[in-house]
Nanobody
Framework: QVQVEDSGGGSVQAGGSLTLSCAAR????????LMWYRQAPGKDRELVAT??????????ADFVKGRFTISRANGNNPVTVHLEMNNLKEEDTAVYYC?????????WGRGTQVTVSS
């Protein structure tokens, strides 16, 4: 059974940093990617960053390039992925969700709140 758990949110002032973590358990073979999404109040959920668990390739949304870094920690059970967020802005305030994708299947974390104040 696959389980995805995200954590690490909190409240920071603009310009500050936070690191989110996603722990994925029960992963079996096949090409998999792990993504971070976010959803601000009244807005659609949007993709923030992606990492291929098979190849390590990363991709970022334009609005976080140069500020956020997605990376995979050592270990396979659980697989842990971090999202390091620097120079945070008020507009980064949102609930951040981890999403594990394997083929046509996907699993969401419950989300972790990030609040950035001026």
């Amino acid at each position: 059974q696959v389980q995805v758990e995200d954590s690490g949110g909190g409240s920071v002032q603009a310009g500050g940093s936070l690191t989110l973590s996603c722990a994925a358990r029960g992963i079996t073979g096949g090409q998999q990617s792990l993504m971070w999404y976010r959803q601000a109040p009244g807005k659609d959920r949007e993709l923030v960053a992606t990492i291929s668990l098979s190849w390590g390739d990363t991709e970022y949304a334009d609005f976080v390039k140069g500020r956020f870094t997605i990376s995979r920690a050592n270990g396979n059970n659980p697989v842990t992925v971090h999202l390091e967020m620097n120079n945070l802005k008020e507009e980064d305030t949102a609930v951040y969700y981890c999403f594990l994708k394997r083929g046509g299947l996907g699993w969401w974390g419950r989300g972790t709140q990030v609040t950035v104040s001026s």
